[in-house]
């Protein structure tokens, strides 16, 4: 295990700390506080200084499937990338099969690009020269996420589970072992909608950042499979976001193990449950 305050050098701490309350600033228009902190997002910021957090880290996307236990492999399993580099670079159409993939990093957000393979080699310049920019495009452990920086980069080329559609995602927010709520993401390659629900799957009446709504749906036939496998992976932290693929066929993937999601930058538009989630998240700190 390791902690914020184990991993940066004293002067470079104070400065994460620093950065990282004035980005929640900015977002909230409050300061966090860790000596005393209350909100949901208020206890996520505490966490990325003092919390234990598991190593190897659970941000690199590559070594997810290693918190998978034993007890539950035979219900899901991690996408198994095609092709991987230490380098940004790609694979010749001679050596991935022709099919739809995503080109990734292993470390932080967003770092994606939709390929279709073979391709041609203006397709391949434009996609090396946006890889290029995800190393600049923001400094994660300058705001305080360094568990993004305690392994090497990488760069894999991960088969699309879903085809040339987008994948059916349910992002389950595990605290303390049990599930808080759920995002159902659909379309979100096309025509992004967001949904939010209970630990049961019911809907909740309420939103985060704003994001357009789609059909409320009812809970898939795989839904206990689903929240079994999310509690026992997150069980393993304190708090984590804990994302699933499920396939038409009832097969389940292990996407990512989110720590903080969006920096704590989540914005929910009641503060009901902002205070509901914050006391189930008390474990995060030593603060009561």
């Given at each position: 295990h390791l902690r914020g305050v184990d991993y940066y050098h004293p002067e470079d701490l104070k400065l994460a700390i620093?950065?990282?309350?004035?980005?929640?600033?900015?977002?909230?228009?409050?300061?966090?506080?860790?000596?005393?902190?209350?909100?949901?997002?208020?206890k996520l910021f505490w966490m990325k200084v003092f919390c234990d957090i598991p190593?190897?880290?659970?941000?690199?996307?590559?070594?997810?499937?290693?918190?998978?236990?034993?007890?539950?492999?035979?219900?899901v399993s991690p996408v198994k990338p095609r092709w991987l580099s230490d380098e940004?670079?790609?694979p010749t159409n001679e050596e991935v099969?022709?099919?739809?993939?995503?080109?990734?990093?292993?470390?932080?957000?967003?770092?994606?690009?939709?390929i279709v393979y073979p391709i041609s080699e203006t397709t391949r310049r434009k996609a090396l020269s946006q890889a290029r920019r995800w190393s600049r495009r923001t400094d994660m452990e300058g705001l305080g996420e360094?568990?993004?920086?305690?392994?090497?980069?990488?760069?894999?080329?991960?088969?699309?589970?879903?085809?040339?559609?987008?994948?059916?995602?349910?992002?389950?927010?595990?605290?303390?072992?049990?599930?808080?709520?759920?995002?159902?993401?659909?379309?979100?390659?096309?025509?992004?909608?967001?949904?939010?629900?209970?630990?049961?799957?019911?809907?909740?009446?309420?939103?985060?950042?704003?994001t357009a709504q789609g059909e409320v749906i009812s809970a898939p036939a795989e839904f206990s499979v689903m929240r079994k496998v999310a509690e026992v992976i997150g069980s393993q932290f304190k708090y984590a976001r804990v994302d699933l693929f499920l396939l038409p066929?009832?097969?389940?993937?292990?996407?990512e193990i989110t720590l903080c999601p969006g920096n704590c930058s989540g914005v929910f538009d009641d503060?009901?449950?902002?205070?509901?989630?914050?006391?189930?998240?008390?474990?995060?700190?030593?603060?009561?």
């Open positions: 620093a950065r990282g309350a004035d980005f929640f600033h900015k977002v909230h228009g409050v300061m966090p506080s860790l000596s005393d902190p209350k909100t949901y997002n208020e190593q190897p880290s659970p941000g690199n996307k590559l070594a997810v499937g290693n918190f998978i236990p034993n007890e539950i492999s035979h219900l940004i670079s790609l099969p022709p099919g739809d993939y995503f080109f990734k990093a292993n470390y932080g957000s967003g770092y994606q690009l939709r360094w568990w993004y920086y305690t392994y090497p980069k990488e760069y894999f080329l991960e088969p699309s589970v879903s085809g040339q559609g987008s994948p059916n995602e349910f992002q389950f927010t595990v605290l303390g072992g049990k599930t808080g709520f759920i995002q159902h993401i659909r379309n979100r390659f096309e025509n992004y909608r967001r949904n939010l629900y209970d630990r049961n799957f019911r809907p909740l009446k309420l939103n985060i950042d704003g066929d009832g097969d389940l993937k292990l996407n503060p009901d449950p902002d205070r509901r989630f914050a006391d189930m998240a008390d474990d995060l700190t030593f603060v009561r």
